[in-house]
T-cell receptor
Framework: AQSVTQLGSHVSVSEGALVLLRCNYS??????LFWYVQYPNQGLQLLLK??????LVKGINGFEAEFKKSETSFHLTKPSAHMSDAAEYFC????????????????FGKGTHLIIQP | DAGVIQSPRHEVTEMGQEVTLRCKPI?????LFWYRQTMMRGLELLIY????????DSGMPEDRFSAKMPNASFSTLKIQPSEPRDSAVYFC????????????????FGPGTRLTVT
């Protein structure tokens, strides 16, 4: 079984400041990790993902995340916040490894609402 | 590509009525997922299909919920009878899974159906 914890249901930063959204996971097998963004009244859009290989992954809109196995973390960052980044962000995990046999659903964190102050 | 299509976008119904939500996945995708989003519980996986076959329905809350996928381009989620606590946004997502790896790389979400049961 796997789970995701996102620290902070709301994060507020000033425009131009660093964005840091925290995500910790637990998984009995090596995970695949994802960050999704949800704008008001819309579906979820993939920001970036980690599967294997390089632990620092870059996504759309200037976001990046680093997989740290020792810390079981996958924090999302962006050097300079923009007003258009205001949205709900979800970290998600799906198991990788021995649980084959087809697709597996994603387990999502509760989400972090990012507020950008002008 | 039109993306994942869901209908209706909004549904208001009275307690006890039957509700049917519809989803058309992205052409060529072979996996389909139904999620429910509420303020209290966040995003929950209800059921997913691979090659039109239900793989895991352990997230379906109770027998009032049922899902079908009669072909690769259509799926329904039915609630009968509906209750006020079923009020939520229901998302459909699709993905492609290579049988050789059986891994999900990313899921593409529809815009959701906002269900209100009074």
């Amino acid at each position: 079984a796997q789970s995701v914890t996102q620290l902070g249901s709301h994060v507020s930063v000033s425009e131009g400041a660093l964005v840091l959204l925290r995500c910790n996971y637990s998984s009995s097998v090596p995970p695949y990790l994802f960050w999704y963004v949800q704008y008001p009244n819309q579906g979820l859009q993939l920001l970036l993902k980690y599967t294997t290989g390089a632990t620092l992954v870059k996504g759309i809109n200037g976001f990046e995340a680093e997989f740290k196995k020792s810390e079981t973390s996958f924090h999302l960052t962006k050097p300079s916040a923009h007003m258009s980044d205001a949205a709900e962000y979800f970290c998600a995990v799906t198991p990788f490894g021995e649980s084959g046999g087809g697709a597996d659903g994603l387990t999502f964190g509760k989400g972090t609402h990012l507020i950008i102050q002008p | 590509d039109a993306g994942v299509i869901q209908s209706p976008r909004h549904e208001v119904t009275e307690m006890g009525q039957e509700v049917t939500l519809r989803c058309k996945p992205i052409s060529g995708h072979n996996s389909l997922f139904w999620y429910r989003q509420t303020m209290m519980r966040g995003l929950e996986l209800l059921i997913y299909f691979n090659n039109n076959v239900p793989i895991d329905d352990s997230g379906m809350p109770e027998d009032r919920f049922s899902a079908k996928m009669p072909n690769a381009s259509f799926s329904t989620l039915k609630i009968q009878p509906s209750e006020p606590r079923d009020s939520a946004v229901y998302f459909c997502a699709s993905s492609f899974v290579l049988e050789a790896t059986s891994r999900v790389y990313e899921q593409y979400f529809g815009p959701g159906t906002r269900l209100t049961v009074t």
